[in-house]
Structures are given as structure tokens and as C-alpha cells.
């Protein structure tokens, strides 16, 4: 079975860090592009970071460059997300992905999902 569970979600207040996990299984997380996405109440989902090893191809928003960092642990089949110097408005409900299609450019057309873990971020 092709599943993510994640967790780390929590509260954090502001200029805090938290560290997001996902731990893979029914594939190799190393093997495929994976992403970091998120979605605040009344937004759309938003491609946070991703990363595909093959051509070593990183991507992240704007509004998180130089605060959030993507990464994995091949050992433990778990992909992390290190957030630090968090914000308010950072707080939304975070989703680890994977493209096991081999469709996603970089942070797209991404196809297995966790089932998200709340972050909120106090002022």
C-alpha cells in the first residue's frame, strides 16, 4: 500500500521552528519528486518546496526562501520539512506529496498525498 503519514504539526509561536516528517511506505521516497504543500482557509493548495533527486531540482515558494528547507532521510524513507522564523501567516494545513506517475516538472502533478497536519503559527 502507497501511503504517507505525517506528522510535527502543532502550535508555534511566531519566530519559532517546527519540523514537519513523512514516512513513506509502499515506495522509496528517494526515487521519486517530492513536495511540500500547504492550504490556509479560503486559499487554494500551494506548492511549498520540492525536490526531485534525479536532476537534483529544488523548488520553493517565495514566500518561504530562505526560512523553510526541504530534505530526506533515505535510511528512514522520510521526507522532512524544517521550518523555522515561522509567521502567522505560515499557519495552514501541510500535506507531504510524492509523483510516482513521473509527471510533475518539479512542484505539480503530484499524485500521493498525506493526510496533512495543522500548523498554526501565534502572533
Known amino acids: 500500500e502507497v501511503q504517507f503519514v505525517e506528522s510535527g504539526g502543532g502550535l508555534v509561536q511566531a519566530g519559532g521552528s517546527l519540523t514537519l516528517s513523512c514516512t513513506a511506505s509502499g515506495f522509496t521516497v528517494d526515487d521519486y519528486a517530492i513536495g511540500w504543500f500547504r492550504q490556509a482557509p479560503g486559499k487554494e493548495r500551494e506548492g511549498v518546496s520540492c525536490f526531485r533527486r534525479s536532476d537534483h531540482r529544488t523548488y520553493y515558494a517565495d514566500s518561504v526562501k530562505g526560512r523553510f528547507t526541504i530534505s530526506n532521510d533515505n535510511a528512514k524513507n522520510t521526507v522532512y520539512l524544517q521550518m523555522n522564523n515561522l509567521r502567522p501567516e505560515d499557519t495552514a494545513v501541510y500535506y507531504c506529496?510524492?509523483?510516482?506517475?513521473?509527471?510533475?516538472?518539479?512542484?505539480?502533478?503530484?499524485?500521493?498525498w498525506g493526510q496533512g497536519t495543522q500548523v498554526t503559527v501565534s502572533s
Open positions: 506529496a510524492a509523483d510516482l506517475r513521473g509527471a510533475a516538472t518539479i512542484c505539480d502533478l503530484y499524485d500521493y
